[in-house]
């Protein structure tokens, strides 16, 4: 069983940052591509960063290139997501995902964590 545990989600300032974390166990973290997502209130769940397992490859939507920055440390089985510049159209619910293939979190996730909540203030 994989298990996704999320935080680092809180109530900040437009222009303000926030450094999510998302700590994977029980299987190899290095096999898997991880990802982040967000959903607000009415609207779909988007994907706001892809990492593939050895972080070779990363891919962001246009939505949040250049603000948004997904990393992931294998040797503490952590995936984050610092968030620069907020808007408050930003403000969701943001989750981690992981997956056996980089593609996949294009829209999915195999396994999902709990969600943390990230809310901008205007």
């Known amino acids: 069983q994989v298990r996704l545990v999320e935080s680092g989600g809180g109530l900040v300032q437009a222009g303000g940052s926030l450094r999510l974390s998302c700590v994977v166990s029980g299987r190899t973290f290095s096999t898997y591509a991880m990802g982040w997502f967000r959903q607000a209130p009415g609207k779909e769940r988007e994907n706001v960063g892809r990492?593939?397992?050895?972080?070779?490859?990363?891919n962001y939507p246009d939505s949040v290139k250049g603000r948004f920055t997904i990393s992931r440390d294998n040797a503490k089985n952590t995936v984050y997501l610092q968030m620069n510049s907020l808007k408050p159209e930003d403000t969701a619910v943001y989750y981690c995902?992981?997956?056996?293939?980089?593609?996949?979190?294009?829209?999915?996730?195999?396994?999902w964590g709990q969600g943390t909540q990230v809310t901008v203030s205007s």
């Open positions: 995902g992981a997956a056996t293939t980089i593609r996949t979190l294009q829209h999915e996730a195999d396994y």
């Open positions: 990492i593939s397992g050895l972080g070779q490859i990363i």
